[in-house]
């Protein structure tokens, strides 16, 4: 049988798959009978599946981050796809082809690693170069950042999706930036570059996405400012000079502040014109991106409008 992707699953369809399995909970339904859920992805999306009358056998029987053999049918329950699963097991498969799970190939990630340090390369200011080069020449962090997603659901969640991200932004940044004269484009592109740093700490990624202990006590917003200021510390330690305090703090405002808002998490709003148009510049590719994401897993294939999507509290036009 050839593979069926998420992306392409119909409402009652056999499904007889492999998928990578994550946040899976064995929970009690409103009769006190036990199922699982867990969630399965591929290289196109991911889908929740459910088993009813589980055990905790069936829960004990594999981990988050293995490949499961999934067999049931594809239902499409108040607009998503979800698998009624009747059986759910840890694949023995030795033939599993891992391109089929990876949303970005390992050439698409070296082409954007390629062009972001490019870009970087070209910021002329001398105390923001030496902060540049800490991080690009520093092996362990860019094995990191190389690897990390931007996100668990919403936006860029998979691996790689961090570079991606960062790469978007930094084009965006090169486009809008010498619109507005006054803006400091070297620290624009340097704010955009660590403004989600901190989620190659704050995120879990081997190879299922979670949240790791210190992300959910702390933040990546914390977590970025953390890095920020370790890679400054090295800077000051190669060139045996202190780094301008100024400029360090617009830097760490960036970070900060990138959410825009106290309620969307940022403990401080935007206050400098680089830390504006990055909030702005940065939303506009989470959502753009959060949208095309949308309309590819619609599960009405036929309909020129996706389903409704209580999340952002309305359906989106495919054309």
């Known amino acids: 049988m050839s593979r069926r992707f998420v992306n392409q699953l119909s409402d009652g369809e056999t499904v007889d798959q492999i998928f990578l399995a994550s946040e899976k909970q064995l929970r009690t339904n409103r009769n006190g009978n036990l199922y699982l859920q867990v969630r399965l992805s591929d290289k196109?999306?991911?889908?929740?599946?459910?088993?009813?009358?589980?055990?905790?056998?069936?829960?004990?029987?594999?981990?988050?981050?293995?490949?499961?053999?999934?067999?049931?049918?594809?239902?499409?329950?108040?607009?998503?796809?979800?698998?009624?699963?009747?059986?759910?097991k840890k694949s023995t498969d030795p033939n599993i082809d891992e391109a089929d799970f990876l949303t970005l190939s390992n050439t698409e990630l070296?082409?954007?690693?390629?062009?972001?340090?490019?870009?970087?390369?070209?910021?002329?200011?001398?105390?923001?170069?030496?902060?540049?080069?800490?991080?690009?020449?520093?092996?362990?962090?860019?094995?990191?950042?190389?690897?990390?997603?931007?996100?668990?659901?919403?936006?860029?969640?998979?691996?790689?999706?961090?570079a991606e991200h960062v790469l978007s932004l930094l084009e965006l940044c090169l486009v809008v930036g010498p619109r507005y004269p006054k803006l400091n484009?070297?620290?624009?592109?340097?704010?955009?570059?660590?403004?989600?740093?901190?989620?190659?700490?704050?995120?879990?990624?081997?190879?299922?996405?979670?949240?790791?202990?210190?992300?959910q006590l702390i933040g990546h917003l914390v977590q970025g400012v953390q890095v920020v200021d370790e890679m400054i510390s090295k800077v000051?330690?190669?060139?045996?000079?202190?780094?301008?305090?100024?400029?360090?703090?617009?830097?760490?405002?960036?970070?900060?502040?990138?959410?825009?808002?106290?309620?969307?998490?940022?403990?401080?709003?935007?206050?400098?014109?680089?830390?504006?148009?990055?909030?702005?510049l940065d939303t506009l590719d989470a959502k753009v991106h959060h949208f095309e994401k949308l309309i590819e897993e619609d599960p009405n294939k036929e309909s020129r409008w996706t389903v409704y999507h209580p999340n952002i509290g309305r359906k989106i036009f495919k054309g």
């Not at 009813?52 to 108040?78: E, K, M, P, R, T």
């Not at 870009?119 to 080069?133: A, E, K, M, W």
């Not at 620290?187 to 992300?215: C, M, N, Q, W």
């Not at 703090?249 to 808002?261: A, C, E, N």
């Open 185 to 215: 484009l070297d620290l624009l592109l340097v704010g955009a570059f660590v403004h989600d740093i901190g989620k190659i700490r704050e995120l879990t990624y081997s190879p299922d996405l979670g949240y790791s202990t210190s992300g």
């Open 44 to 88: 196109t999306g991911s889908v929740t599946a459910m088993l009813w009358n589980a055990h905790q056998s069936h829960f004990d029987g594999f981990d988050n981050g293995d490949y499961v053999h999934v067999q049931g049918a594809s239902q499409l329950y108040n607009g998503n796809m979800q698998i009624l699963a009747k059986q759910v």
């Open 110 to 162: 070296e082409t954007m690693l390629a062009r972001i340090v490019e870009i970087l390369r070209g910021v002329s200011d001398p105390h923001l170069q030496n902060l540049v080069d800490a991080f690009l020449i520093d092996e362990a962090f860019m094995k990191q950042f190389r690897a990390a997603p931007a996100g668990i659901k919403n936006h860029h969640a998979y691996l790689g999706g961090l």
């Open 236 to 280: 000051e330690s190669q060139t045996g000079e202190s780094f301008p305090a100024d400029l360090a703090d617009q830097i760490r405002h960036m970070v900060v502040s990138h959410h825009g808002t106290l309620e969307f998490g940022s403990p401080k709003m935007p206050m400098t014109l680089e830390a504006l148009a990055l909030h702005y």
